[in-house]
């Protein structure tokens, strides 16, 4: 047991640096909106970024050998997944919305929004999977550690779309070499490379928990073309408007 949390005892530290893009990204989007936004983004914002700071924790606990408040907190860890699991569901609806009124525009096309509804979506029940992998496998510490730590990968995302597509925002969208399927295919590839690095230096290449956190990242990059079919627009309105509370 101590080789595999040795393995893990630097995790914490390199955590921190997601939890800082996480503030950078959603700076211009939420905290600068924070008074005006509705109470279902602030509970999943205020969730997530507790979640990822529980991740800071966790590790630190557990290999500095305090692993009775790594199980307490472990339980409250529960809670909290629970809470980003729904809360993130329950704002998914208003992509739709967002591209039926075309809002995103100059930076972003009616079909990426549609299009995260899908890919969104995926990476939430990817989140889903890896919290409960990890409950399950809580007395397997090598598995458990891994799973946990995939949970980040997936639960990421909409932090670091939205941080790889900062370009647009600085660029005013008045660039035709500098568009939103451009930054995703800048942005996707470099973090499964991030991924791929972190399995290599946990000595996890071949773990299902990197290879899922791969492919559902790599959807990601399918975002604006799957917004862009008619018959699949169509379908995520006509589930989703009855959750939306805005006439479309």
């Known amino acids: 047991m101590k080789t595999v949390l040795n393995q893990y005892r630097n995790t914490h530290k390199w955590m921190i640096i997601p939890w800082i893009i996480i503030i950078i990204a959603f700076t211009p989007q939420y905290f600068m909106s924070w008074s ?23 590790p630190y606990l557990a290999t500095h050998g ?37 809002g995103g525009q100059p930076f972003f096309p009616d079909s990426f929004f549609y299009g995260l509804v899908f890919t969104e979506t995926i990476q939430i029940l990817g989140f889903a999977f890896a919290v409960i992998m990890g409950v399950i496998n809580a007395k397997r510490t090598d598995e458990h550690a891994i799973w946990m730590v995939s949970s980040l990968f997936f639960g990421f995302m909409p932090a670091w779309a939205r941080f790889v597509m900062f ?39 071949k773990h299902p928990a990197i290879w899922l956190s791969i492919i559902f990242v790599f959807i990601m990059l399918f975002t604006i073309p799957i917004g862009e079919l008619e018959w699949y627009r169509e379908l995520v ?12």
């Open 36 to 58: 005006t936004e509705p109470w279902p983004y602030h509970l999943h914002a205020l969730s997530a970024m507790a979640w990822f700071a529980l991740l800071i924790y966790q």
């Open 66 to 102: 305090k692993l009775k408040q790594h199980r307490m907190w472990g339980m409250i860890g529960l809670f909290l997944a629970g809470a980003v699991v729904f809360s993130a569901l329950s704002i998914v609806p208003t992509n739709v919305f967002i591209g039926a009124v075309d």
């Open 167 to 205: 370009p647009l925002l600085f660029l005013d969208g008045q660039t035709k070499w500098m568009d939103a399927q451009t930054c995703l295919n800048i942005g996707i590839p470099l973090f499964i490379l991030v991924v791929l690095f972190i399995g290599y230096r946990l000595k996890k290449l």
């Open 237 to 248: 309105t006509r589930i989703m408007k009855p959750t939306i509370p805005w006439n479309l």
